[in-house]
């Protein structure tokens, strides 16, 4: 069992949908958890920071823990097909730079 | 955000030999940088992390004497990835880590370099 899991999707969607992006995690050690988005052929870049469990909204984004059921997700409001990317799940040990990335998932948003 | 830059974004060999990669962070200095390698549908591995002057810590895996990291300034970092093979084909991508004042939501990722072997 690999310790983040994603659905690699594509997962597709029309304009304006509300989109519900997970991952799930076995290591107890994970303290902070962070959503990025990748364009193709491009390096990711950070959408949402997230310590330990709670909800955190940035605007159209909102990002959830759950440390009990080891789940977290990122909710995407009125998708763009701006929005379209893969969006990759990465969460770290607290005092650890170096994160732990899920596979992405693939996400469409079409107009 | 910060601004990191790697050069070449695309590149093309034959077979057998050696390619280099830079990552420079633009406006702010690495003390520890990151490599990563994405192959296609899946997630970024960590391939190694070098400290400005020090030699580089391999992931379990990877060799280090095919990929070749120097770091020897607080702003660049190359990776070379020596006698290449079709299997080396791959989106390499760094991460530099700031030397002070970031917290952990601020690790910034480079571009990212295709390379394909011929």
């Known amino acids: 069992q690999k310790e983040v899991e994603q659905d690699p999707g594509p997962l597709s969607v029309p304009e304006g949908a509300i989109v519900s992006l997970n991952c799930t995690y076995s290591?107890?050690?994970?303290?902070?958890f962070m959503w990025y988005r990748q364009y193709s052929r491009k390096g990711p870049e950070l959408l949402m920071y997230?310590?330990?469990?709670g909800n955190k909204e940035d605007g159209r984004f909102t990002a959830q823990v759950d440390k009990s059921s080891k789940y977290i997700s990122l909710f995407i409001r009125d998708s763009q097909p701006s929005d379209s990317a893969t969006y990759l799940c990465?969460?770290?040990?607290?005092?650890?730079?170096?994160?732990?990335f899920g596979r992405g998932t693939s996400l469409i948003v079409h107009p | 955000g910060a601004v990191v830059s790697q050069h070449p974004s695309w590149v093309i060999c034959k077979s057998g030999t050696s390619v280099k990669i830079e990552c420079r962070s633009l406006?702010?200095?690495?003390?520890?940088m990151f490599w990563y390698r994405q192959f296609p549908k899946q997630s970024l591995m960590l391939m190694a992390t070098?400290?400005?002057?020090?030699?580089?810590?391999?992931e379990q895996g990877v060799e280090k004497d095919k990929f070749l990291i120097n770091h020897a300034s607080l702003t660049l970092s190359t990776l070379t990835v020596t006698s290449a093979h079709p299997e080396d084909s791959s989106f390499y991508i760094c991460?530099?880590?700031?030397?002070?004042?970031?917290?952990?939501?601020?690790?910034?990722f480079g571009p990212g370099t295709r390379l394909t072997v011929l």
């Open positions: 990465a969460m770290q040990e607290g005092g650890s730079y170096i994160p732990t």
């Open positions: 290591n107890s050690a994970f303290q902070y």
């Open positions: 997230t310590y330990s469990s």
């Open positions: 406006d702010f200095q690495a003390t520890t």
């Open positions: 070098s400290n400005e002057g020090s030699k580089a810590t391999y």
């Open positions: 991460s530099p880590l700031a030397a002070s004042g970031r917290a952990n939501n601020e690790q910034f």
